[in-house]
């Protein structure tokens, strides 16, 4: 019954590969965001999605690209894996802007 | 530029006293403040929350203080619990649709037995 779940949890791959991250929530929230966590532990805002609709895209390579297929999902997609997208990567979900946000455990993203 | 700033990066405090977390915003147009608490190879879990036209929130041991004039909060835990260990985020957002976070570097809370 976990809330908001991210697969996989570990991902090691090298450079130049595409990968997917998915993200589900049961909550019936409104609003999903991606968080990536760099190596000094900042959280910083990647993505969030509105009723499948983009509402902010910081300033993030165009190589990552969110996809929600329905308002319970918000995939995160990345084309030509660079060793600097090494870090931690959290979905999280809530109503409105106003509510908590409720977070993931974060899928570890390793690029050898 | 760090809008949201922990100047701790680290806090030990002994169990059953109060341990205070401090953290310092730059910007004046923030106007919903939450704290997080994290474990290792865990998500960020929501605390306790503060909107700007109030100065303290309560949630049985814990308190958040708002001081805007020095665009100031702290989180309060009252009496510490060694459970109580582990890193905790400041984040604060903006009135926009997005409900964007912007979090603090965190402050690692050890509460010793």
């Known amino acids: 019954d976990t809330a908001v779940s991210q697969t996989p949890k570990y991902l090691v791959t090298q450079m130049g590969n595409d990968k997917s991250i998915k993200c589900e929530q049961n909550?019936?929230?409104?609003?999903m965001y991606w968080y990536k966590q760099d190596s000094k532990k900042f959280l910083k805002i990647m993505f969030s999605y509105n009723n499948k609709e983009l509402i902010i895209n910081e300033t993030v390579p165009n190589r990552f690209s969110p996809k929600s297929p329905d308002k319970a999902h918000l995939n995160l997609h990345i084309n030509s894996l660079e060793l600097g997208d090494s870090a931690v990567y959290f979905c999280?979900?809530?109503?409105?802007?106003?509510?908590?946000?409720?977070f993931g455990d974060g899928t570890r993203l390793s690029i050898l | 530029d760090q809008q949201v700033k922990q100047n701790s990066p680290s806090l030990s405090v002994q169990e059953g006293r109060i341990s205070i977390l401090n953290c310092d915003y730059t910007n004046s147009m923030f106007d919903y403040f939450l704290w997080y608490k994290k474990y290792p190879a865990e998500g960020p879990t929501f605390l306790i929350s503060?909107?700007?036209?109030?100065d303290k929130n309560e949630d049985g041991r814990f308190t958040v203080f708002l001081n805007k004039s020095a665009k100031h909060l702290s989180l309060h835990i009252v009496p510490s619990q060694p459970g109580d260990s582990a890193v905790y985020f400041c984040?604060?957002?903006?009135?926009?649709?997005?409900?964007?976070?912007?979090f603090g570097k965190g402050t690692k809370l050890s509460v010793k037995p």
């Open positions: 999280a979900s809530s109503q409105d802007r106003n509510q908590p946000q409720h």
């Open positions: 503060i909107s700007s036209i109030k």
């Open positions: 909550l019936g929230h409104d609003t």
């Open positions: 984040a604060a957002s903006f009135l926009s649709p997005s409900g964007n976070l912007i």
